[in-house]
């Protein structure tokens, strides 16, 4: 999946207010500026959210998205919680990495460590824009691992949230597959492949086509080994865990985790989202993800 540079085409917009898409009239609207900003010297697409009524020492919110068809799903969610943050005060900022949206860059030649620079270049990007001098990471679904890795790197970290995270970079790999037979099986036909031999054409051929998005032998093999539990080992900060499942208990990682961030002193909040995740299909409208904004919203008001 190859994104071509279209800062030309939003030039005369890059640093102009703009009406936040999201807004239908009735309300004042809030003030969204769609820009371009550089990570390793390419044009990466961003959305800067600034505060309605700036509150003293607020950090600024990263929203580290995750990837795929779910990226385009949580799209909206992210937006909704950028508008609230800036409701409430704190500067909000989202962006696409290289190779994702409206930003620059051959998504085959996309790596976790790449997504991990560019997530430190939109930090640094909405202190520069903000004046904030630290920052709130949220990372969702994938986006945790992405957030993670960067706070590992970045000493201005004031917090995270993580949005129904990926544990394990191999497992999601692995499910992400799973559900690619599964939608087969649904519409009548017969795999033509196991997960096993899907890895191994990952390997042979370089990517798999999962639901019109690619997964390329790049990103799999820079990512596979990694887990959220080993990339927080060193975090004892502020954290939410907000769970999107159909269910009502913890999800045992989830609680392995909540553990583990206490075990080292961090102040966890817990929230439990009872339904299925909106993320998995695109649909119309956009799942909004009301309950997920809220707990956010809540969480960040408490925080600063």
């Known amino acids: 999946m190859v994104n071509s540079n279209r800062a030309s085409a939003v030039a005369a917009v890059a640093n102009a207010p703009a009406l936040d898409p999201g807004y239908a009239g009735g309300t004042p609207p809030h003030r969204a ?5 550089e990570s390793a010297e390419r044009p990466l697409y961003g959305v800067y959210h600034p505060p309605q009524s700036p509150r003293r020492g607020a950090p600024a919110v990263v929203y580290c998205h995750t990837l795929g068809v779910e990226q385009v799903t949580s799209n909206r969610v992210e937006a909704e919680s950028a508008r609230a943050a800036a409701a409430l005060g704190f500067p909000g900022f989202r962006y696409h990495a290289r190779g994702h949206g409206d930003s ?10 790449t997504l991990v620079e560019d997530a430190l270049a939109a930090a640094a990007e909405a202190r520069r824009r903000s004046g904030a001098a630290r ?3 949220i990372g969702v679904r994938f986006g945790a691992l992405v957030a993670a890795e960067a706070m590992r790197q970045d000493e201005t970290a004031a917090g995270c949230a993580l949005w129904e995270p990926v544990h394990s970079a191999e497992d999601y790999f692995r499910a992400m597959l799973r559900n690619l037979l599964f939608s087969q099986v649904v519409k009548g036909r017969r795999p033509d492949a196991t997960v096993a031999q899907l890895l191994e054409r990952i390997g042979s051929e370089g990517r798999v086509d999962v ?7 790049a990103l799999y093999e820079s990512a596979r080994g990694l887990t959220l539990a080993s990339l927080l080992a060193g975090w004892s900060g502020a954290t939410l865990l907000t769970q999107v499942q159909k269910r ?10 909540v553990t583990a961030l206490e075990g080292r002193g961090a102040r966890v909040t817990v929230t439990h989202v ?13 799942w909004e993800g ?5 707990d956010t919203r809540n969480w960040l008001d408490a925080l600063a």
């Open 211 to 217: 639901h019109g998005y690619y997964l390329h032998q």
């Open 135 to 137: 920052v709130v990471w």
């Open 290 to 294: 009301a309950d997920v904004v809220r």
């Open 104 to 113: 620059s860059g051959d998504f085959a030649a996309v790596t976790f460590a």
């Open 33 to 37: 500026i769609p820009h371009f900003f």
């Open 248 to 257: 009502g208990t913890l999800a045992p990682a989830h609680a392995a985790l």
């Open 274 to 286: 009872n339904e299925e995740p909106g993320w998995h299909f695109i649909s119309n409208p956009a």
